[in-house]
């Protein structure tokens, strides 16, 4: 009897220890509904020293959006990363609450717009009031004061999130009428996709002239953005959206290195946006996998970002979101494997708080529960702007 027994509880310690190591190869029990995967590749994730002067002249601000991402996404991702991101090592951390005028549940182009202009906007506009009239944005304002300003995402240039910090239209499907907000003085460098609407419009000329009239250099391959040393820049490289990570490369973190390249050579100082815009759309397409290796690249991006700012001691780093999508949540996961158990909720935006992480010279200002309106006002405080 006390041999059987032996043998019994050998026999369920050793088929446990079994489904713990195989549960990869399928044996893994997921709950109903959840979606398990193992990211395809984990990035180290260097030390970033974090910045001791908190009264340090602030000269750039760099604005990182996760399309869609909440706390689920980026617990996801950093789940996959065996437990650790670079968003890590941003020390502070606030949230804000994203309903747009007209409505509880936003889009991108309303939450966009109240990011990047500090107005509340209803649900599908650019960078408008309630009634039509333009709200001028934080890009804007940094172009105004002789500072240099860009553009990196991961979509068209001409969608929702980007056309909030150059374009004022009623509605974010008007995705011509945006690209000619581009050809404009305020805007040194615009990288993502596109180029449709830039040269092959249905309505109205091509904007190629205007753009090199305006002194852009257009580039539509990477390799040719990177020789590009200086001066405006449209880089539009694909007719539409780019791919999804991994299909597109490594485009947001050479993208993004290149343009704080660029406008680091502005005496004052530079403001830019960059947007990780298709964990949005893994949302919508209830893909964890998506999700993790679209959150996997805006970390390593983020971890550019960082290493400028840790470097140049004078710049400030925020990281948010502009509204959750598909209500994630995480159920299960495995650190040391990457793995990752997590279940959709719905297939479009949910309504929750999104995180918001801040590091360098003002980045304090971000701790608390606020209105997403108030991250372009802490902006404009870390700039030193008035409207
Ligand atoms: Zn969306």
Not at 341 to 358: L, Q, R
């Amino acid at each position: 009897m006390k041999n059987l027994l032996l043998i019994l509880s050998l026999f369920i310690a050793l088929s446990g220890y079994s489904q713990q190591a195989t549960y990869l190869d399928g044996k893994y029990k997921a709950e109903k509904g959840g979606q398990v995967y193992v990211a395809q590749k984990q990035h180290v994730v260097d030390d970033i020293k974090p910045i001791t002067d908190p009264n340090a002249e602030i000269r750039n601000v760099i604005l990182l959006i996760g399309d869609g991402m909440g706390v689920s996404h980026v617990f996801a991702g950093m789940t996959a990363n065996n437990d650790r991101l670079y968003i890590d090592q941003m020390p502070f951390v606030g949230f804000q609450k994203t309903k747009a005028k007209n409505k509880f549940r936003t889009d991108s182009a309303g939450a966009g717009s109240a990011l990047a202009t500090g107005e509340k906007t209803n649900y599908g506009s650019i960078s408008v009031d309630s009634v039509g009239n333009p709200t001028p944005t934080i890009l804007e304002y940094a172009a105004g004061n002789g500072y240099a300003t860009g553009l990196v995402v991961a979509c068209k240039v001409t969608h929702a999130t980007p056309a909030v910090f150059i374009a004022h239209v009623p509605k974010r499907n008007l995705y011509e009428d945006i690209a000619t907000f581009f050809v404009s003085d305020s805007i040194d460098v615009f990288l993502g996709g596109g180029s449709d609407n830039f040269f092959k419009r249905e309505t109205g000329v091509n904007l190629r002239p205007a753009l090199e009239a305006k002194g852009f250099q257009i580039v539509q391959e990477m390799d040719d953005l990177a020789n590009i040393k200086s001066g405006k820049v449209a880089g539009l490289f694909a007719n539409g959206h780019l791919d999804a990570y991994p299909k597109r490369g490594e485009f947001l973190v050479n993208g993004s290195d290149k343009a704080m390249e660029i406008l680091n050579q502005d005496d004052k100082g530079f403001f830019l946006m960059i947007e990780g815009s298709q964990i949005d759309w893994a949302g919508h397409d209830n893909d964890v996998g998506y999700t993790i290796e679209e959150m996997l690249d805006f970390d390593r991006t983020v971890g550019e970002v960082l290493k400028f700012a840790e470097k140049d001691g004078h710049t400030l780093v925020i990281v948010t979101a502009d509204h959750e999508t598909g209500g994630l949540s995480v159920i299960n996961g495995d650190i040391e494997q990457g793995m990752v158990e997590a279940k959709f909720n719905t297939t479009g935006h949910s309504s929750v708080m999104v995180p918001v992480f801040a590091y360098g010279p003002g980045a304090e200002k971000f701790c608390g529960i606020y209105e997403n309106t108030a991250i372009f006002d802490k902006m404009m405080e870390a700039f030193g702007f008035t409207k």
